[in-house]
């Protein structure tokens, strides 16, 4: 079965909520624009049942080039992970 398309998504929240598929864009775009604003501000940003996104710094660390084999430094950056919970955990295995 294929993965949803975000069209898809919209119009099934939508007859869940009585929203247009409109407004419940709107919502998304506003829901998505607050992860991304917290997570940079505090670190993380939680969604209760489903997980939370947050911003891990990775150190630097020693790697190999897959090509040569050759030994490199790969340096430290910032990344963001996504936690699941474990409430979604169990609702899906």
Same mark, same amino acid.
């Given at each position: 079965m294929p993965k949803m398309t975000k069209s898809q998504i919209l119009g099934e929240l939508a007859n869940k909520t009585g929203l247009s598929k409109k407004d419940v864009n709107s919502v998304m775009d506003a829901l998505l624009a607050l992860?991304?604003? /917290? *997570?940079? =501000?505090?670190? /993380?940003? *939680? %969604? !209760?049942? %489903?997980? $939370?996104?947050? =911003? *891990? =710094? #990775?150190?630097? #660390?020693?790697? #190999? !080039?897959?090509? +040569?084999?050759? +030994? %490199? $430094? %790969?340096?430290? =950056? +910032? *990344?963001v992970k996504f936690r699941v919970a474990k409430a979604a955990k169990e609702a899906v295995l």
């Open positions: 992860a991304y604003k /917290e *997570v940079k =501000k505090s670190g /993380e940003f *939680v %969604i !209760n049942g %489903i997980g $939370k996104l947050v =911003k *891990v =710094k #990775r150190s630097a #660390r020693m790697g #190999r !080039n897959p090509a +040569t084999g050759a +030994t %490199i $430094k %790969i340096p430290a =950056k +910032t *990344v």
